[in-house]
């Protein structure tokens, strides 16, 4: 069954709260099981179970992030939400480890059976670290 697009802002206010929590438990459950997620390396993740193994040690590796609604975009015919997101978490680019880091980019979620089904991360290439802008090398890899 669809979800509507209150329902569907009910989830992204929920989405958004679990990831502050760093609940990936909480995430995980929103997630349909056949969900395909790719990353902004281009790398890519099929099924529930994957993409916990993958997240665990990414949410343990990347500890204290925040992520902030920029905007959101949703299509209710086509269970479809664009999630416009600032990502403010220690840089781990190479000479700027550990260093304020704000990286922008967009999630597009799709919906089936009211979970995310598939998951696209979109990030620019030029980041904001100490408060300068920073491009990054083709060889930098996240």
């Avoid at 056949?34 to 902004?40: G, K, R, V, Y």
């Avoid at 390396?41 to 993958?54: F, I, S």
């Avoid at 922008?104 to 696209?120: A, C, E, P, T, W």
Wanted: charged share 35%; hydrophobic share 35%.
């Amino acid at each position: 069954m669809p979800l509507s697009r209150e329902e569907i802002k009910a989830f992204m206010k929920r989405w958004g709260s679990a990831w502050d929590k760093y609940d990936l438990q909480a995430i995980l459950d929103m997630c349909h099981g056949d969900i395909l997620f790719e990353n902004w390396t281009g790398a890519y993740v099929r099924g529930k179970e994957n993409l916990r193994k993958a997240w665990t040690s990414w949410f343990a590796e990347h500890g204290n992030f925040r992520f902030t609604d920029e905007d959101t975009f949703i299509d209710e015919v086509e269970q479809k939400v664009l999630y416009r997101w600032r990502l403010d978490w220690p840089c781990m680019e190479k000479g700027y480890e550990g260093k304020p880091e704000t990286r922008r980019g967009v999630d597009l979620l799709h919906f089936k059976n009211g979970k995310v089904i598939v998951k696209l991360t979109y990030s620019k290439t030029t980041l904001e670290i100490e408060g300068h802008r920073v491009r990054l090398s083709p060889e930098s890899r996240d």
